[in-house]
């Protein structure tokens, strides 16, 4: 495995692997700190491609002024271990400095879709991602790139933008991967206390039993929905909701409050974002009502 800091490095290492034959090319951006769900991933990514580059970088540009640019955990020497572990090739770690050397005057700015759900709490946030995986793509031009639906309105974005522009990668988007207890992985778990850990089991609950009562059919619209889900959160006393929304998937459509959900075509997905304390945690379950209503 090799460690690049530059990104004529980096070029130059994804160049050597093309030319050796070791292609496809692809591509796991990260922030590191990494988990599970950051090796599924390379997992998916080593099934797939001859070359596996995975960058770490803490995004500054993604961030809000209030938000945990400084405070988000880091540790280098772990994530190298796991990144061989998980077979990646090419680990990209560049300093700000070598991503932003100067003002950034260009960005990439997906409308419409990064208004809602996170785009709504944390403006900017989406305008940041789309501008790093843009520069990311375009430094390491890779054949695809894998990204996991825990994030999944940054999926619904970031697809949005390849399409768009007509980049030429694919995104592969990867299931979310789940501690034993249903909490989603993530990297900012590490912030909760012990009371906070064990309530935050709320949000995962709250998406299973949501989806059990579209299943047989105790929930019908989106309104009974949103309010079982928000009604289980709150059952959580720590829990403070910034959002439970119920959207079409991918496109991130609204629908009427007292429409019934069998009858939504394609894929709708049931988002959340709750506080516990000073962390924000994001949850997510995508399915089509129609496919479900009808195994009852
Ligand atoms: P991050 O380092 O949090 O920016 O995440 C990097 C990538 O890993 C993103 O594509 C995330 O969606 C993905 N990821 C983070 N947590 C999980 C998880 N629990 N399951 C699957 N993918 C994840």
């Known amino acids: 495995m090799r460690v690049v800091r530059t990104v004529e490095q980096l070029r130059e290492a994804v160049g050597f692997m093309r030319g050796a034959g070791q292609g496809p090319v692809g591509l796991v951006p990260t922030m590191g700190y990494l988990h599970d769900g950051h090796a599924s991933l390379l997992r998916r990514a080593g099934e797939m491609c001859g070359t596996v580059v995975m960058s770490i970088f803490v995004n500054p540009i993604q961030f809000g002024p209030n938000e945990d640019f400084e405070a988000y955990p880091r540790d280098e020497r772990r994530d190298l271990e796991l990144a061989e572990r998980e077979g990646a090739d090419i680990v990209f770690i560049p300093a700000v400095e070598e991503m932003y050397p100067r003002e950034i005057r260009s960005k990439i700015v997906v409308s419409s879709l990064t208004t809602r759900l996170c785009g709504a709490s944390r403006?900017?946030?989406?305008?940041?991602?789309t501008t790093v995986v843009a520069k990311l793509f375009n430094m390491v031009q890779p054949d695809y790139a894998y990204f996991g639906l825990k994030d999944a309105q940054q999926v619904a974005v970031l697809r949005q933008m390849v399409d768009d522009l007509n980049m030429n990668v694919k995104i592969v988007p990867c299931p979310i991967v789940r501690e034993a207890d249903g909490l989603a992985l993530s990297s900012r778990n590490v912030y909760l206390s012990a009371e906070e850990r064990l309530q935050a089991l709320v949000l995962s609950r709250s998406l299973r039993e949501a989806h059990s009562a579209v299943e047989e059919g105790r929930a019908a619209t989106t309104d009974e929905v949103r309010e079982l889900l928000k009604s289980t959160i709150s059952s959580s006393p720590l829990a403070d909701i910034d959002y439970a929304e119920i959207l079409t998937f991918?496109?991130?459509?609204?629908?009427?409050g007292n429409f019934p959900l069998v009858e939504t075509d394609g894929e709708i997905i049931m988002a959340l974002a709750v506080r516990f304390g000073r962390t924000r945690l994001i949850d997510n379950m995508i399915f089509t009502p129609k496919e479900v209503a009808a195994l009852v």
């Not at 403006?123 to 991602?129: A, S």
């Not at 991918?250 to 009427?256: A, D, G, N, V």
């Open 123 to 129: 403006p900017g946030h989406f305008d940041g991602v």
């Open 250 to 256: 991918p496109q991130l459509e609204p629908l009427e």
